[in-house]
C-alpha cells in the first residue's frame, strides 16, 4: 500500500506571494491533517479534514486554509506569505476515530520564503 | 537534511545499549498517544501507540510506558542500534482531537 504522498517536495517563494501544497493519503484513509514544523516551534497542528469538511483547526492566522476533495486528497493554501512561513509543511492521514488514531506522515513539503 | 530542532535535548547512548526517552504531556484528558520517529530529511514515522486504559504496551524492540498519574510517558528502545538515531516525539490526543506533539527527544547512537 503506498505511504502518503506530497507535492511538491520543495518550494521557494518570496513575501507576498501565496502557494498551494497538495497531500494524497493512504488509500481508505477519510482524515488528513496538517502540520507545520520549524526548529524553533516545533511541531505544530494546522487543521484536520474529515469527508471534505474541517473537523478541527490549530491557532493559525486565517491565512493558511486547506480542502478536502471527495477523493480525500487534501490541500492547503497560504495567502501572502512572510518570512515567518517557511518550514517543513507536513501531511498525516488516518483512518476515523475508533479510539485508536494511527496517524501516518508524508515526507513534507519544504518552504523557504525569501 | 532538515533541522528538526536546533536546541533539541539530546540523549546519547552506546549501541547496544537500552535507551530510554522521557516525554511530559500536557492533559490529563488525554486518551490516546503515539511515539514518532523522524530522521532527517524524513516526515515523522508511527513506531507504537497506547491507549489510557493502559500502562504498558510492547512492540519490536520497543516498549512505552504511560503514568497518568504524574502525566509521563517513556519509550524504553532495546539493544539500541545505530539506525535508531534520530529525533523521537511524543504525540497526545483527546478522543480524537488534534495532536498535540512534545518538543522531540534527539538519540544519539554512539558506535
Known amino acids: 500500500k503506498a505511504g502518503v504522498t506530497q507535492t511538491p517536495r520543495y518550494l521557494i517563494k518570496t513575501r507576498g506571494q501565496q502557494v498551494t501544497l497538495s497531500c494524497s493519503p493512504i488509500s481508505g484513509h477519510r482524515s488528513v491533517s496538517w502540520y507545520q514544523q520549524t526548529p524553533g516551534q516545533g511541531l505544530q497542528f494546522l487543521f484536520e479534514y474529515f469527508s471534505e469538511t474541517q473537523r478541527n483547526k490549530g491557532n493559525f492566522p486565517g491565512r493558511f486554509s486547506g480542502r478536502q476533495f471527495s477523493n480525500s486528497r487534501s490541500e492547503m493554501n497560504v495567502s501572502t506569505l512572510e518570512l515567518g512561513d517557511s518550514a517543513l509543511y507536513l501531511c498525516?492521514?488516518?483512518?476515523?476515530?475508533?479510539?485508536?488514531?494511527?496517524?501516518?506522515f508524508g515526507p513534507g513539503t519544504r518552504l523557504t520564503v525569501t | 537534511g532538515e533541522s528538526v530542532g536546533l536546541h533539541l535535548p539530546t540523549l546519547s547512548v552506546q549501541e547496544g545499549d537500552n535507551s530510554i526517552i522521557n516525554c511530559a504531556y500536557s492533559n490529563s484528558a488525554s486518551d490516546y498517544f503515539i511515539w514518532y520517529k523522524q530522521e532527517s530529511g524524513k516526515g515523522p514515522q508511527f513506531i507504537i501507540d497506547?491507549?489510557?486504559?493502559?500502562d504498558k504496551r510492547q512492540g519490536q524492540r520497543v516498549t512505552v510506558l504511560l503514568n497518568k498519574t504524574v502525566k509521563h510517558l517513556s519509550l524504553q528502545i532495546a539493544a539500541t542500534q545505530p539506525g535508531d538515531s534520530a529525533v523521537y516525539f511524543c504525540a497526545e490526543n483527546n478522543y480524537g482531537q488534534n495532536f498535540v506533539f512534545g518538543p522531540g527527544t534527539r538519540l544519539s547512537v554512539l558506535p
Open positions: 497506547i491507549r489510557s486504559n493502559m
Open positions: 498525516a492521514s488516518s483512518l476515523e476515530w475508533t479510539g485508536t488514531y494511527e496517524q501516518y
